[in-house]
């Protein structure tokens, strides 16, 4: 149920068995000496800050029925190292990882379709890895800012399936305008080719 193990200080190491689908809303908030949690492949659903301020957690396998990852789920969980997203993500929602301090690398899967407001507030992010072309995440939808921009190395997969570090950046012909923050995370290119159809430009875009 919701908040079923919420503010249980002592909790160390949850090992959940059977058939469980879901894991309710803050169940797990603020279980702060938590350093471990198995979360079966079964569970479909997460709720929104199941996970909240979680800060002794090092790692957690997100399972691969998970589309949507709710507000809050992970925020503040500041000693989580890496995240791995699920291969079936559909959507990130505001604030779901927000405040995390010691991740320092995050893959996101090509199944990703929308990232809500400061869904990662990552500041010693230094690497992400993005599983489709940079044309696929051109097309991705996002809220102003996403927390992206922190990343020092932004990797997407080339033809050959291999992720790449991008220096060459080529704004794709079905760009027309370019939001802010869009591509603030791309801190590495070299240089830059825009061609004639973008009519707009937002501040802070790059």
Known sequence: PVTAFMDCDNLETVNIL????????????????????????????????AFHNCSSLEYINIPQGIEILKSFTFSDCTNLLEVVLPSNLKQIEGYALDNNFNIKSITIPLSLKTIG???????NLKSVYYEGTFEDWCKIENEVTNGIVWADEFYTKNQNGEYEL????????????????????FKQFKTLTLHNNIDKIEYGAF
């Open 18 to 49: 059977g058939n469980l689908t879901s894991i309710e809303a803050n169940a797990f908030k603020n279980c702060i000496n938590l350093i471990n949690i198995n979360v079966p492949d079964t569970v479909n659903y997460i709720g929104g800050g």
């Open 117 to 123: 407001l400061d869904a990662f507030f990552l500041p």
């Open 166 to 185: 991008i220096t060459d950046f080529v704004v794709p012909e079905s760009i027309t305008s370019i939001p802010k923050m869009r591509f603030k995370a």
